[in-house]
C-alpha cells in the first residue's frame, strides 16, 4: 500500500460520480491527471493506493492495507472502538487474535473441527463488510477532517466476493458522507465491474490511456530465488494457524509460480478449508477451483484429504444456495469416492444428499421429501458399519435424525419432529459427556423452538429459544428469532431488550433493525422507529418491508411527505405490497387527491380482496366522491367478509347517510 497527499484536488469523476473505472492493460496508476475532470481548489487530499488482487492478497487483499494503519491508530486514541470491532477486525488481520480478544464467541466459532455440525450463513460474511465500514466510519469523522480521500484500487477484476463486497458497500454508504473517491483499475471487463457497484453511485468507465500515469517497472524473481521465498515463509510460518492465515494467499502465489503441485494443493486445500469455515463460501469455492483433479493426481493414497475437499465443495454450495452443483458432484465423484472407501463418508454423503432433497431443491415437493427421507435413512444403515465407537455412533445417529425432523417439520408432521429433537438430546445426554457436541445440543433445542414457533405454541417455542441461549448466550441469531415471538405476543420491553443484545452481539445485519423498528412502533416509540428503520435501509436499500414501517411511523408523526416517500419507495421495490398502497392512499386522501387514493385502494383491493378495511375505506372514498352506488357494494362487501362491531357500526351509518342523500335526490 502507498499514500501520498497533495495540493488542490483533482475531480477523477463526473459531477454525480465518485467510482471511476479504469480500461486498460497492466497499466498501475501512481498518479492521475485529465482534462475530463474538474478541479477545485482545496487543501490537501490524501491518495491510498492497494492492490486488490486476490492471488495475491486472498479474499481481503487491500482492504486489510486499509485497515492495518487505521488499527495502530486507533489501538492508541480509541481502544473501545478497536474492541467493538474486534470480530471484524480479526477476520482482515489475523495477527491482531494474539492481542485483540474478541468477547462474545458463540459455540460456532468455539466447536472443536470435529463437533462443528453448523455453518455460517453466507450473509454473515456481509455483517463483517458492514462492520468494517462502520468502523471506519467512525475513525474518519473522529479526524473531524473534510479532506478528500482517493482510494486507487489495483487488479480490481481480480478480487475476490467479499473484497468487492466491502469496496462497493463502503462508497454506497458513507462515499458522500466521507468525501471518498474510489479508483477501480481494471485490466478487462470495465463492464461487469461496474455492476458490482449501486447504480446509484454512477460509475464512470475511463480509457487509462487518458491518464498520465506511471507504469511500474517490476522486476521479475528468478525461480530459485521465489523458491527460496517459499520455502523461506514456509519456514517462519510453521504449523501456527494464525501466521499460516495471515501469509497463506502469498505461499500459495510463491508456489503457484513455481509451479509445485504438491505445494500448490496442501496449502489451496487450507485456504478451502480456513474460508468455508468463517463462512467465505464464493472465497472457499474459488480456491477449490480445478482442485479435485490435482488432488487426485498429486495425492492419490491421501482418501482423507480427497473427501474433506469434497464434502468442502458441497457445503459451500449449499451454503449459498446453489443446490444444482452440490447435487452434481454429491451425485457424481462424491458418490463413487465414498462407496469405494469408507462407510462413515457414505453416511456423510447420504446425509448431505438427504438435506439437498429435503431442503435445498425448489420447489419443496413431497416426492423430494420422501427421496430424502430415504437417503437420510440409506445414511443411518451405512452407520451401522463405520465401525465407531460408542459416543461418536450416537452423536452421528443423533445428527442424522435431525436432519429426518428438519423434513418431518416441511411435511407438517410437527409433532414427529418434536419427538426426534427431544429423542436426540435424551440420547446425547445419556450416551455423551456433558461438555462434548454443546453446539449440537444447542441446534437441537433450537430446532424444538423452531418447530413450537411454526405451530403458534410461542410459550413453548420460548422456553426451549431460552433453554438454546443458556448453552450458546453469543448467538445473536437466537436473540432475534425469540424477540420476534416476544412481539408477536405484545411482550415489547422483553422483545426489545432481545434485539438490542442481538445487535450487540453481532456485526450489523439489517434484519434485527428492521425487527426493532416495528417493536418500537408497536410501543408508540416513533421517533427510535424511524431511527432503526433508517440503520436497516442504510444496511441494506432494498427491503420494502423497512420503508413501509419506516412510512408509518413518520405518518404517526405528522412528517406525511416522509411517509409518502417512503410508501413510494416500498411499492417500487415490491409492486405487490397492497399495505404500502393503503397507507399511501390514506395520505392522498388526507390531502385532497381522491382520484391517486382511489387507485391506490383499488391496488390494495387487488393484492388482498378478503380484507373488510380496505373495502370500508375505499366505500368512504366513493362517498367522499358522491359515487354511491360505488360505495354501496363496497360497504356491503366489507360486512360480508366479517367486518369488527366497530367497523360495522360505522358502514351501516354510512349506509343510512347513502339512502338519505340519494332519496332526498
Not at 473505472?21 to 478541479?39: L, P, Y
Not at 462413515?344 to 439437498?356: F, Q
Not at 410501543?523 to 412510512?551: C, K, N, S, W
Request: charged share 25%.
Amino acid at each position: 500500500m502507498s499514500e501520498k497527499y497533495g495540493q488542490s484536488l483533482l475531480r477523477l469523476f463526473a459531477p454525480d460520480s465518485r467510482v471511476l473505472i479504469c480500461d486498460g492493460r497492466g497499466t498501475r496508476i501512481k498518479a492521475i491527471q485529465s482534462e475530463r475532470v474538474c478541479f477545485t481548489d482545496s487543501d490537501e487530499f490524501r491518495v491510498t493506493t492497494v492492490s486488490t488482487s486476490f492471488t495475491d492478497g486472498g479474499p481481503w487483499a487491500g482492504v486489510s492495507d486499509i485497515f492495518q494503519p487505521i488499527y495502530e491508530e486507533l489501538a492508541v486514541t480509541i481502544p473501545e472502538l478497536v474492541q467493538k470491532h474486534a470480530t471484524e477486525l480479526v477476520h482482515v488481520l489475523p495477527r491482531l487474535r494474539r492481542v485483540v480478544t474478541v468477547n462474545n464467541p458463540n459455540l460456532t466459532d468455539l466447536a472443536p473441527q470435529g463437533q462443528k455440525t453448523r455453518n455460517y450463513a453466507a450473509d454473515r460474511a456481509y455483517r463483517l463488510v458492514h462492520g468494517l465500514v462502520d468502523l471506519l466510519d467512525v475513525w474518519r469523522t473522529s479526524r473531524t477532517t473534510s479532506t478528500p480521500w482517493i482510494i486507487i484500487c489495483e487488479s480490481f477484476d481480480e478480487s475476490g466476493t467479499i473484497n468487492r463486497k466491502f469496496f462497493s458497500e463502503l462508497m454506497r454508504r458513507r462515499g458522500t458522507r466521507l468525501n471518498l473517491f474510489l479508483v477501480a483499475s481494471v485490466r478487462s471487463t470495465s463492464e461487469q465491474i461496474r455492476a458490482v457497484f449501486h447504480a446509484k453511485l454512477n460509475p464512470t468507465i475511463a480509457d487509462t490511456r487518458e491518464f498520465c500515469g506511471l507504469l511500474s517497472s517490476e522486476q521479475t524473481a528468478t525461480k530459485v530465488e521465489v523458491e527460496a521465498d517459499a520455502r523461506e515463509l514456509e519456514a517462519k510460518v510453521g504449523d501456527d494457524g494464525i501466521e499460516i492465515q495471515a501469509h497463506l494467499p502469498k505461499l500459495i502465489a510463491l508456489w503457484t509460480a513455481i509451479g509445485d503441485k504438491h505445494k500448490i494443493l496442501h496449502w489451496r486445500f487450507r485456504a478451502v478449508d480456513i474460508y468455508n469455515n468463517q463462512g467465505l463460501y464464493e472465497d472457499s469455492l474459488r480456491y477449490a477451483e480445478c482442485l479435485l483433479p490435482l488432488a487426485k493426481e498429486c495425492a492419490q493414497d491421501n482418501t482423507n484429504m480427497i473427501w474433506v475437499l469434497m464434502a468442502k465443495i458441497i457445503t459451500n454450495y449449499l451454503s449459498l444456495q446453489r443446490p444444482e452443483p452440490a447435487l452434481a458432484l454429491a451425485e457424481g465423484e462424491a458418490f463413487h469416492f465414498a462407496r469405494d472407501h469408507n462407510p462413515l463418508w457414505r453416511a456423510h454423503l447420504y446425509y448431505m444428499l438427504g438435506t439437498i432433497y429435503g431442503r435445498y431443491l425448489r420447489p419443496r415437493s413431497s416426492q423430494n421429501l420422501e427421496k430424502g427421507t430415504e437417503l437420510l435413512d440409506a445414511g443411518l444403515k451405512e452407520l451401522e458399519h463405520a465401525g465407531l465407537g460408542e459416543g461418536d455412533y450416537h452423536f452421528q445417529y443423533v445428527f442424522n435424525r435431525n436432519g429426518l425432523a428438519m423434513i418431518r417439520n416441511f411435511q407438517g408432521r410437527h409433532e414427529d419432529a418434536l419427538r426426534l429433537c427431544e429423542e436426540g438430546i435424551a440420547r446425547l445426554q445419556f450416551h455423551l459427556d456433558r461438555s462434548t457436541h454443546r453446539l449440537h445440543r444447542s441446534v437441537l433445542l433450537y430446532n424444538i423452538a423452531q418447530v413450537y414457533a411454526a405451530t403458534k405454541n410461542y410459550d413453548r417455542a420460548i422456553e426451549y429459544y431460552t433453554s438454546a441461549m443458556e448453552m450458546d448466550p453469543n448467538y445473536s441469531e437466537y436473540y432475534n428469532d425469540r424477540a420476534g415471538l416476544f412481539l408477536k405476543l405484545d411482550r415489547l420491553e422483553e422483545a426489545e431488550r432481545d434485539y438490542l443484545r442481538a445487535i450487540e452481539l453481532s456485526p450489523p445485519y439489517f434484519e434485527v433493525f428492521t425487527n426493532l423498528g416495528q417493536c418500537y412502533r408497536k410501543m408508540g416509540r416513533f421517533d427510535q422507529a424511524v431511527d432503526a428503520y433508517t440503520r436497516a435501509i442504510d444496511l441494506e436499500p432494498l427491503q420494502p418491508l423497512a420503508f413501509l414501517g419506516r412510512g408509518n411511523a413518520s405518518d404517526e408523526m405528522g412528517l406525511l411527505a416522509e411517509a409518502e416517500a417512503d410508501y413510494t419507495a416500498a411499492l417500487e421495490l415490491d409492486p405487490e405490497m397492497w399495505d404500502a398502497y393503503a397507507s399511501r392512499g390514506v395520505l392522498f386522501y388526507q390531502r385532497g387527491d381522491l382520484e391517486a387514493s382511489l387507485s391506490d385502494f383499488t391496488n390494495a383491493i387487488l393484492r388482498r380482496p378478503d380484507n373488510s378495511d380496505l373495502y370500508r375505506n375505499r366505500g368512504l372514498l366513493f362517498s367522499a366522491m358522491s359515487r354511491y352506488a360505488d360505495a354501496r357494494e363496497d360497504f356491503g362487501q366489507a360486512l360480508r367478509l366479517g367486518a369488527s362491531d366497530e367497523d360495522a357500526n360505522l358502514v351501516r351509518e354510512q349506509l343510512r347517510i347513502i339512502d338519505s342523500v340519494t332519496l332526498q335526490a
